[in-house]
């Protein structure tokens, strides 16, 4: 499998305008999430998908962040408009909740997408 | 308030000096404790999970062990090729997310 995969890598915008970030998860992996990380904050948790659904996304900055995911291999994080604390990398991971074997309950990590608001 | 401490933020070692890592938890009810490992412009990657006090599990140079506060990453003869961010994270219910830890950098010199 080739991971998760996120689109794109590096992002450089300017304040005001929109950025869509893109995520697959790994094929069979029923759970999707959105990770945002900055040198002060760490990593945060945005938001998070069961089989499509968002089930909390009490981590969403405001507004202005929207996340969909229309079907098992797509997702995506969207910023409206985007402002420069908003500059970070922004992570996507997956899991399979049913999956009982070795490597079970684990979150693996796409390589992130790098997001510069100018 | 549920709260996972990291220390120290950052570890210089000469290669083959031992040493450990710390992860302290404040938590409701403990569902896992994860160790990740972050190289510069990569996601983290996945090295252990400890699920109950007294528990350990090995992996090459790494051994992490897990109390009812805290957990080690213990590092024995590290080599260059182990320098990395080090990232502790917790799993409080059955939702599978994570709450992560500030990181430890460690930089491992020849």
């Known amino acids: 499998d080739a991971g998760v995969i996120q689109s794109p890598r590096h992002e450089v915008t300017e304040m005001g305008q929109e950025v869509t970030l893109r995520c697959k998860p790994i094929?069979?992996?029923?759970?999707l999430f959105w990770y945002r990380q900055t040198m002060m904050r760490g990593l945060e948790l945005l938001i998070y998908?069961?089989?499509?659904?968002?089930?909390?996304d009490s981590g969403m900055p405001e507004d202005r962040f929207s996340a969909k995911m229309p079907n098992a291999s797509f997702s995506t994080l969207k910023i409206q408009p985007s402002e420069p604390r908003d500059s970070a990398v922004y992570f996507c991971?997956?899991?399979?909740?049913?999956?009982?074997?070795?490597?079970?309950?684990?979150?693996?990590f796409g390589a992130g997408s790098r997001l510069t608001v100018l | 308030e549920d709260q996972v401490t990291q220390s120290p933020e950052a570890l210089r070692l000469q290669e083959g000096e031992s040493s450990s890592l710390n992860c302290s938890y404040t938590?409701?009810?403990?569902?896992?404790l994860f160790w990740y490992r972050q190289d510069p412009g990569k996601g983290p990657e996945f090295l252990f999970t400890?699920?109950?006090a007294g528990e350990e599990k090995e992996k090459e140079r790494l051994k992490a062990t897990l109390t009812k506060k805290e957990s080690f990453l213990h590092i024995t003869a590290p080599k260059p090729e182990d320098s990395a961010t080090y990232l502790c994270?917790?799993?409080?219910?059955?939702?599978?997310?994570?709450?992560f830890g500030s990181g430890t950098r460690l930089l491992v010199r020849p």
């Open positions: 991971a997956s899991l399979d909740r049913g999956f009982l074997g070795s490597g079970a309950n684990v979150l693996t």
């Open positions: 094929s069979g992996h029923n759970s």
């Open positions: 998908f069961n089989n499509n659904v968002p089930i909390d």
């Open positions: 938590v409701s009810g403990l569902r896992g």
């Open positions: 400890l699920y109950s």
């Open positions: 994270a917790v799993r409080l219910d059955s939702s599978y997310k994570l709450i």
